[in-house]
């Protein structure tokens, strides 16, 4: 059973990196849930606090400490390999770097450039593969992975998509940090009435559902949380045909071994499209300051459709119900992307006061001839300021 003893901040130096997976904040988001009409606590689990920037720090950490501790990893000696849409692969990444381990990711081609080059900073090699290659096929993230595997010596693969302690990581670390932030709250109630995840191996989802399932088990006092998965349109865990779709991280053609789709831990799948994902995290961006990325837009748009729902007014319309959504990761893999640089040009009064004031558009390049018409200092510019 989890405990809800875990700190919200960390105490003393730290030894490593490592230690500071984890220990995320949960944020109201107040002005969403007024613009909304929603009277319920929306709180946000903000995971790109963690070191590595993302909800996957904490299985990469424990998949590879638990490795090491059943002699599945040898220092010196072992070679990481793992497909991954990206965050799975910089948690494990940064493990390898720490720990002295080489480290080989495998990636689909949709996947951010930034994703590639931190992957790359922290040691790792980086093999992309087509992101329309079906998981079983030899070009996919996983074929070529396996290929590797059997070709490197002392090549392991922790493999996130079968690892127990994907979801583990969840049950012991996730969990309770939620519970732990509820009860030294100043809310009037401490529990959770709505959780919403994306579901992607699955291990996020289904490792808090069983943690919540066996808490409430515990306390046996009737109370019993609503558990929302969000998928994107196009994959197929929570329905529907596989299709393409740019929201990274979340969704897959198969259903991995460490999601548990029972009907007693999750109460109901949600679909959104790209559309509504991105536009939720812009808002999360622009409304509440959390920097995030497009996963963190298909939770909250989900858990804004499941509100809206007749299902959902019970909860949206009581102002004592928490409504607990997990925001995965950053905004910093996806500063290159379509999605959000689209619409950054600036249309307010403040903008166009500006423009007339300088001379030029905010937008326009800042070249050497802007520089000089405009009056600035080029030694600044130039570095000996």
Known sequence: MPTSSSPNHWS???NSALDAVGNTPLIRLDR???AEGLKCNLLGKAEFFSVGGSVKDR?????VEHAEKT?????????VIEPTSGNTGIGLALACAIKGYKCIITLPAKMSLEKEILLKALGAEVVRTPTEAAHDAPESLMGVAETLRKTIPGAVVLDQYSNPNNPLAHYFSTYPEIAH??????LPRKDIDLLVAGAGTGGTISGLARAIRDAEKEKNDGHKAYILAADPEGSILGGGEVGQYQVEGIGYDFFPDVLDRSPELIDEWIKSNDTEAFTAAKRLIKEEGLCIGGSSGTALA?????????????????????????LPDGVRNYMSKPWFL????????LHDTIRDIIGRDLDDAYNTKSKSSVGLNTTAANGTH
């Open 59 to 63: 299985i990469a950490k424990r998949m």
């Open 71 to 79: 002699g599945v990893l040898i220092p010196g000696q072992s070679v």
């Open 181 to 186: 932030a509820l009860e030294t709250s100043d």
């Open 342 to 349: 689209e619409g950054q040009t600036g249309t307010s009064e």
């Open 302 to 326: 989900s858990a804004l459709k499941w509100l809206r729902s007749e299902a959902g007014r019970k909860v949206a319309e009581d102002p004592e119900a928490n409504v607990v959504i997990i």
């Open 12 to 14: 003393g130096v730290l």
């Open 32 to 34: 969403i849930a007024e």
